[in-house]
């Protein structure tokens, strides 16, 4: 079975951390770029940071300088780590394995509320 399953998110207070993990399984991990999104109420999924299967990285404006992704093509996992969160990081945070040979794969999100 094709999936990948997000796990981390949670409620933080303003300028607190997490790590977001996503594990993939049923598909060869290491030939997929990996990518994190997220969507707000009332607002269009958008990417906040992005890893090709080579280990480039890219990462939206908003984030730039506080979300490093990874990869551990060995335990077909990417990790988010998110700092100095703001309350308008509150959203959905979907994971996405892209290729394309074997195209989209799109987990079911973590909610993360940054909040006091």
């Known amino acids: 079975q094709v999936q990948v399953v997000e796990s981390g998110g949670g409620l933080v207070q303003p300028g607190g951390s997490l790590r977001l993990s996503c594990v993939a399984s049923?598909?060869?991990?290491?030939?997929?770029?990996m990518g994190w999104y997220r969507q707000a109420p009332g607002k269009q999924r958008e990417l906040v940071a992005g890893?090709?299967?080579?280990?480039?990285?890219n990462y939206a404006d908003s984030m730039k300088g506080r979300v490093t992704i990874s990869r551990d093509n060995a335990k077909n996992t990417v990790h988010l780590q998110m700092n100095s969160l703001k309350p308008e990081d509150t959203a959905v945070y979907y994971c996405?394995?892209?290729?394309?040979?074997?195209?989209?794969?799109w987990g079911q999100g973590t909610q993360v509320t940054v909040s006091s």
């Open positions: 996405n394995a892209n290729s394309r040979l074997y195209g989209n794969v």
């Open positions: 890893i090709t299967s080579r280990g480039s990285t």
């Open positions: 049923g598909i060869t991990f290491g030939i997929y770029d």
